[in-house]
């Protein structure tokens, strides 16, 4: 057996003694994003043991954590309301349009007065033609936990731009959603035109995007469309989107920027811990699991470090960069992708996966996540700290000296274990 191999029955055999204890009483499935929205409030949950073997590489729709501003928020609102304001798919209706407080030029703005809005059936034709899939992880700037780790469909925003023909003075693009119709409620993102006119080698179009995990969006994750911002952090991937503006407004007038946040930071490398054992015995190994985000500088190693909580912290080396760090095992590609995807299979993601063998034409994926694992062993009884971290495609330690955090949150994570 190898390592890898080893530590899957590990865990496995782990799960079943957790199963036998805790009996029938909660079978229900944890994910990755769970353990660590009750991780951050303090609560950690006997199910842990358990989700070890339940870890699904893609987030079911349920699962993901939901933000979504407004009183009340739009995902809240009774089905006849949803019916009224545009957020179902038979009266949804997108608009495109030249910013009236700038000179921006469209000559054809896809315009609810004008009765030209884009609506569902519009966007479907245009799906047939230009639909993409992808997967790309959600994560707030100032979370340390992704919020889910999505398979997206939908249509490249710029076949919308195109049609709605622009010709001078534009050089951004803002959108926001529906908002109660109070100004005051508005979450509004924007983006510079160039990087939706094309792609970077390897990265993805923004998408008006419809389909999460080959479902129809739901009202919770911005349906019927919502933006998908593949390489940015949550914020920019509006939800419940309805309007357009083509602007020459050269500023990022984001509703992020206006609460401190930078809002062109791209998505952070940086490693969490899902399942760390709290007592080990000494000498014996004992199996830890975690999430490593894959941001724009790539991943290549993961590394652990266990210190014995007695001994003293090397001074003015906050980022202890000169530690015993430890490779852990990046896990390979799931065979059985999660998600709620029947049997866990993929449907064509020909972006990421090759059509003809069926696997990642590269590993990790990069604006996604990787799981890791590894066995720790201490041969000293007492109280450790043990910490994750990673080292990016450019081999620099992640988190990086990086004391700006509203560029996107990155810590080294920390967590005690006993030694007995
Ligand atoms: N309309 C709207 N879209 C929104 C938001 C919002 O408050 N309103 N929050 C944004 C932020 S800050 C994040 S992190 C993501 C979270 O997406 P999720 O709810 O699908 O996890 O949604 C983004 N889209
Ligand atoms: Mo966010």
Redesign the pocket.
Known sequence: MDRIERLAKEHTDLTRRHFLKIGSAGAAAVTVSQLWARENVGRPHPLLTEAVSKLEYLTREEN???????NP??HKLPPEKLHQVGLVRKTWQLEVLPDPDSNAKVEKPFSKEQGTALNWDALMKLAEKHAVRFMSV??????RTP??M?LWEGVPLREVVWLARPVSNVRRLFY????NDDPKQ??Q?SLPIGRVLEDPPGEHPIILCYKLNNQWLTI???GPV??IVPDA?????????QRIMLTNDYKAND??ALWNNDTVSHIKTCARFIHTPKKIKAGQPAPVTGVAQVGMSGLSKVQYWLHPKDKSLPKDDPYFTNAQWKDADILPPPKHWGGGLPDGKLPEVPRQIDTVTGKPKHWPIRNAIAHWATLITAERPGKYDLRCRTIDANGIAQPMPRPFHKSGNNKIQSVQVVVE
Do not use: A, E
Not at 233 to 241: F, I, T
């Open positions: 993901f954590i939901t933000y979504g501003r407004g928020p739009p959600i994560t707030c700037t100032n979370d919020y889910g999505g926001y959603g529906y908002h508005r979450f993102s919770d994750r911005g919502r933006m952090y949550g914020n920019k991937s509006v939800k419940w989107l509703t992020y």
